[in-house]
């Protein structure tokens, strides 16, 4: 899988985040890292070709006043345009996938009805529902980064490892996937660390567990059919 990060903060040097993040990605193969806000001049056919050769597309940025920073915003009203972006016919975009990486200062729990924020999240990204349905893309789940400064190094261990799968899975959020992930990483890296050896070892007996289950349902509609 070909995928496109489109990174947008206007402090990126500056954040702990987004540092991680770029270095997170460094190593998914297909995976290209564009940040918006270093391009002095926009050359849309380029941008356009980017966007064409990628499976994937990721819009990752910090929430705003409750939104996306500016650079976003105005590469999108420049590069997806008419023709490309959505046509009545279909655009250029149908059939890829769009993904949300969304960071915040604020707790998770701030974020939906009845937090402090007094808005769910949810209701924020709804824009990119409605970008999606127009394009002919398909959305996954959002992947929200929650006062990354606070989290500790076994958090930051299991975050990279969502956002790797984040970028490469077809499901990301699918156990059964995420299980198969893993343990192929695990078979080519390799490691010494009995801590992952045995979230390995944890992952394929669920697996085991996963597949049984499924065989026992089979079974058993087998059954009703009889």
């Given amino acids: 899988m070909k995928t496109l990060i489109i990174v947008s903060h206007p402090q990126l040097a500056a954040s702990p985040t987004q540092q991680f993040l770029k270095a997170s990605a460094a190593g998914v193969k297909g995976a290209t890292w564009h940040y918006l806000d270093a391009i002095k001049t926009l050359d849309v056919p380029a941008e356009q070709a980017l966007i064409q050769a990628a499976d994937r597309l990721i819009f990752e940025f910090p929430l705003y006043w409750y939104q996306a920073p500016a650079s976003l915003h105005e590469w999108l009203a420049a590069v997806w345009t008419r023709g490309f972006a959505y046509a009545e016919a279909g655009g250029k975009l149908t059939g ?131």
């Fill in 96 to 226: 890829k996938t769009l993904g949300l990486v969304v960071s915040y200062s604020q707790p998770q729990q701030a974020y939906q009805i009845g937090g402090s924020e007094g808005v769910a999240m949810s209701t924020l990204l709804s824009p990119y529902q409605a970008l999606a349905h127009k394009t002919g893309l398909q959305l996954l789940a959002p992947l929200e980064i929650a006062q990354f400064s606070y989290l500790t190094e076994q958090q930051r261990a299991e975050l990279m490892t969502r956002y790797q799968q984040y970028l490469t899975l077809e499901r990301p959020t699918r156990f059964a996937d995420q299980a198969a992930w893993f343990l192929a990483q695990l078979d080519q890296k390799g490691t010494q660390d009995e801590h992952v050896a045995l979230m390995a070892t944890t992952l394929a007996a669920r697996q085991e567990q996963l597949a049984g289950l499924r065989h026992t349902i089979a079974e058993l509609r087998e059954g009703e059919d009889d």
